[in-house]
């Protein structure tokens, strides 16, 4: 969904990532605070000290609909947000690129900020997405996982 009155912006794809777009897009005139988070692939993790990149897989439209009822949600418990924007990667994504990006526009920054906090925590928690991770010498799924869970249970 990306109409302009729309105000929920879920995204899953293969391609890179653009903060400003979600930006420019989430601005609305009734909205003081626009908080973002960029999740981007770093050098290491639990498992391995030299990850070099990520794979995502998931089924879209699963994830989409998660998504979208985690946008839900957030504006069900700050009815003042006026616009949530959730885009995650699938494929491979390299070293020091976005895998995901969370973008929450409200009248005032506290709404913001908690709302934003809350949609990349339940986006991790009920969305379904698996990780793998590419590291020399080789790959493996990665061995940070959780049960994925309702979006009411976040």
Known sequence: MTAESSPTWVAVTPESLALDPLVAWATRPGCGAVVTFSGTVRDHSADHDAVSALEYETSEPHALARL???????????????????????????????????????????????????????????????????????????????????????
């Open 68 to 154: 979208g009822e985690v946008a839900e949600e957030a504006r069900r418990r700050w009815p003042d947000v006026a616009a949530v924007a959730l885009h995650h990667r699938v494929g491979r994504v390299e070293l020091g690129e976005p895998t995901v990006l969370v973008v929450v526009a409200a009248p005032h920054r506290a709404e913001a900020f908690e709302a934003g906090r809350y949609c990349i925590d339940a986006l991790k928690r009920s969305v379904p997405m698996w990780k793998r991770e590419h590291f020399p010498g080789g790959s493996a799924w990665s061995s940070a996982t959780e049960p994925i869970v309702p979006v009411e249970s976040t």
